[in-house]
Every structure is written in C-alpha cells, then in structure tokens.
C-alpha cells in the first residue's frame, strides 16, 4: 500500500494528516495537537491508547486513528 492510500480514508476520501500533541486531558480521553502549519486542534485519542507529549498521531476527522512516531 503506498503512502499516498493509506493517509486516505476509504469512506470519504479525506487525507489524514501527522499531529503532535502537545499536551493530554486523560480524563476525557482527549489531547491537544499541532499540525506541521502551526495550527492546533482538539484531538479524541481513545482508539491510540494512551498519548504523551512528542507522540505523532495521523488524526482524521478529529480523531487519532495510529500513532506514527513517539518521543525519543
């Protein structure tokens, strides 16, 4: 599979795009993010597991669906 399908959502088409978080609200299962451009969003973590700072997620419609790289 190449890169290029597995960002995209079979269902709708819409790419998922890489997100680091940058800080977690474990009590609703949720952490705040930033994408490459700098901008933030709200993201549902509860399909990843739990996420720590410097964790990469590829985030689709508001909800992380793998994590991609983790702190070092």
């Given at each position: 599979?190449?890169?290029v399908e597995r960002h ?41 597991g739990e996420v720590q ?20």
């Open positions: 599979m190449s890169d995209h959502c079979i269902t709708c088409s819409d790419e998922g795009c890489e997100m680091t978080v940058l800080a977690v609200d474990t009590e609703r299962v949720l952490a705040l993010c930033e994408e490459a451009d700098g901008s933030h969003s709200t993201v549902e973590t509860a399909l990843v700072p410097g964790d990469v997620l590829l985030v689709h419609a508001g909800t992380a669906l793998a994590r991609t790289g983790t702190p070092a």
